[in-house]
């Protein structure tokens, strides 16, 4: 669809795919194809699904829930190798929970056989989780993988399939042996409802799998490397040629016109300009109002004057993975061709001290009229948003809007890392995103949005402070965000900052997380319109 504003688009468009090849010509140690947004090379093993057994050698992967399972899930082993098997596991004590596994050397003619448990009542991430354990546990191993599949339902495969490529993810994206890796060996599925579970697969699964290694990938990249014309060029290679996709790309000029004093105020302290990402993808039969996804994309947060401590602070080029989730979820739907109407707005700054940096007690002019004390500049994810959602709320008309930001350490402190901080005055709103967290196990836990946090950051000289008290850290920063458009627009706000990254498990390499690129595309699939306000 046309928009008038693709033409100011077109001029910063060119600017911003300058930008990586500069960073290439300094040397940053990043390869062509990497800096433009796109895997050197496939990272991920190639999938397949068959009905065929498999010729024995090579590396066969087992998920089980009981020794019964070895009956329909090996059937295609020999009588004499399911004997081994069952003698291996029982003589290990194997506990067959979900996520446990062990690995056998000599069976049969198997160079290894990885047993993986999947617990007793296995859901849908129960297979895409002990997935991602296999496929982390295989990923130094350079040969083809079989994976039994035998007696599982379709989307327990496909599931099992995303998995293994999803923890198949490496960090080293700066090490020399990354730049000399080889494609790894395929791995073929083993199942009799092949044909269903490639369905499911592809292109859905493979979406995924793709759209959360750019996500991850960005969000590990050093802000030296990714800075907001960076991000922009990124996520135009990784959405070229999609169909059905729009782009547009706010630069300096374009927010100083639309009067977006918070964003600009944010990004006035770094030698790299701010920019606004705004992807619109609407697939065949999707509905006429858009699902509005809009990110925190700070590429890195100094605190600004109000400088953070030196301590972690490195941690701070993960800043930007609201914006790295939100996008990510609008390439994983777009690759897929989802029949969803999604809107991904990221808004991308660096918060540096500088010269020209905005001081704590300056007024900032958000694009909504609104004025804004700086209590803090190291408040500044709240400042981005506000001119990104005051945007959303004058130029769309959507269904919803969901922000995602790694917005306080105070959420850390209230949820850890077992959940994100989920904030809304929508009920159903609250529901659909909880579902969808519960589906794909990246879970939220809604928080208040107290109207005592108005207070909180009353200001005496502007219409309200960027930052309150001593009181609900979380929800003062949410109910900020939340003046920010229409409250009759259905709005939730994730507060990810305990959930964006960490350090590594048995499915993921320290770093990024890509948390909610999952939850924010079954989100988008799923999502029914929302009946007006309930508080
Ligand atoms: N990006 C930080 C929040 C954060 C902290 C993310 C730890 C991930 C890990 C955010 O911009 C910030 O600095 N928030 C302040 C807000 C305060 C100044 C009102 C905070 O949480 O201290
Ligand atoms: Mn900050
Ligand atoms: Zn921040």
């Known amino acids: 669809m046309p928009h008038p504003r693709l033409f100011a688009c077109a001029a910063a468009c060119v600017l911003a795919l300058a930008a990586p090849t500069l960073a290439e010509a300094q040397g940053a140690g990043s390869t062509a194809a990497a800096s433009q947004g796109v895997a050197a090379k496939p990272v991920w093993r190639a999938v397949s699904f068959t009905t065929e057994a498999p010729a024995a050698g090579g590396l066969l992967v087992l998920p089980l829930s009981s020794e019964a399972d070895l009956a329909t899930r090996a059937a295609s082993l020999t009588e004499a190798e399911r004997a081994a098997l069952a003698r291996a596991l029982g003589s290990a004590d194997f506990s067959y929970d979900a996520r446990k596994t062990l690995s056998l050397r000599g069976l049969g003619a198997w160079d290894m056989i990885l047993v993986v448990g999947l617990g007793e009542t296995p859901l849908a991430k129960t297979y895409q989780s002990a997935g991602a354990v296999?496929?982390?546990?295989?990923?130094?191993?350079?040969?083809?993988?079989?994976?039994?599949?035998?007696?599982?339902?379709?989307?327990a495969a496909s599931e099992f399939a995303i998995g293994l490529g999803l923890g198949d993810y490496r960090s080293d994206l700066h090490q020399a042996k990354?730049?000399?890796?080889?494609?790894?060996?395929?791995?073929?599925?083993?199942?009799?409802?092949?044909?269903?579970?490639?369905?499911?697969?592809r292109p859905r699964g493979e979406a995924i799998v793709s759209a959360m290694a750019w996500a991850r990938d960005i969000s590990n990249e050093p802000a030296n490397i990714v800075y907001p014309e960076v991000f922009v060029a990124r996520a135009q290679a990784a959405l070229a040629g999609a169909a059905g996709v729009s782009i547009e790309v706010l630069d300096v000029p374009a927010m100083q016109r639309l009067g977006m004093g918070a964003l600009l105020g944010v990004g006035q302290g770094s030698e790299r300009p701010p920019r606004m990402l705004v992807i619109r993808y609407?697939?065949?039969?999707a509905p006429a109002a858009p699902v509005v996804l809009v990110g925190k994309g700070i590429t890195f947060d100094t605190g600004g004057i109000s400088i953070k401590p030196s301590?972690?602070?490195?941690?701070?080029?993960?800043?930007?993975?609201?914006?790295?989730?939100?996008?990510?979820?609008?390439?994983?739907?777009?690759?897929?061709?989802?029949?969803?109407?999604?809107?991904?707005?990221?808004a991308l700054a660096e918060n540096m001290p500088d010269g020209r940096a905005i001081r704590p007690a300056d007024v900032l002019t958000a694009m909504n009229g609104k004025t804004i004390e700086i209590v803090s500049t190291d408040a500044e994810g709240r400042l981005v948003l506000a001119d990104a959602l005051s945007w959303v709320d004058a130029q769309l008309e959507p269904a919803a809007v969901v922000d995602v930001a790694t917005l306080t350490g105070a959420v850390r402190q209230a949820l850890g890392d077992e959940y994100a901080?989920?904030?809304?005055?929508h009920d159903a709103l609250a529901d659909q995103l909880e579902a969808a967290g519960e589906a794909v196990d990246e879970p939220l836990w809604r928080l208040p949005l107290h109207p005592s946090y108005g207070s909180d950051i009353s200001s005496t000289i502007a219409d309200l402070k960027n930052g309150g008290g001593e009181g609900a850290g979380a929800g003062t920063g949410a109910h900020f965000?939340?003046?920010?458009?229409?409250?009759?627009?259905?709005?939730?706000?994730?507060?990810?900052?305990?959930?964006?990254?960490?350090?590594?498990?048995?499915?993921?390499?320290?770093?990024?997380?890509?948390?909610?690129?999952?939850?924010?595309?079954?989100?988008?699939?799923?999502?029914?319109p929302i009946?007006?306000?309930e508080t």
């Open 134 to 155: 296999a496929g982390r546990a295989l990923m130094d191993e350079p040969g083809a993988v079989t994976v039994l599949a035998g007696g599982l339902p379709a989307e």
């Open 178 to 201: 990354a730049r000399a890796r080889k494609a790894p060996g395929a791995a073929t599925l083993v199942s009799e409802a092949a044909a269903a579970a490639e369905a499911q697969y």
């Open 282 to 285: 609407r697939g065949a039969g």
């Open 311 to 346: 301590t972690n602070m490195g941690n701070m080029k993960m800043d930007m993975s609201g914006a790295a989730s939100v996008t990510g979820a609008a390439i994983a739907l777009a690759r897929a061709r989802a029949p969803v109407n999604v809107i991904a707005v990221a």
């Open 421 to 425: 901080g989920l904030f809304t005055r």
């Open 481 to 528: 965000i939340g003046e920010f458009i229409d409250p009759d627009i259905p709005w939730a706000h994730l507060d990810i900052a305990g959930m964006a990254y960490g350090a590594a498990d048995d499915m993921k390499p320290a770093g990024s997380a890509g948390f909610t690129v999952r939850l924010l595309e079954r989100f988008v699939r799923d999502f029914q």
């Open 531 to 533: 009946a007006g306000p």
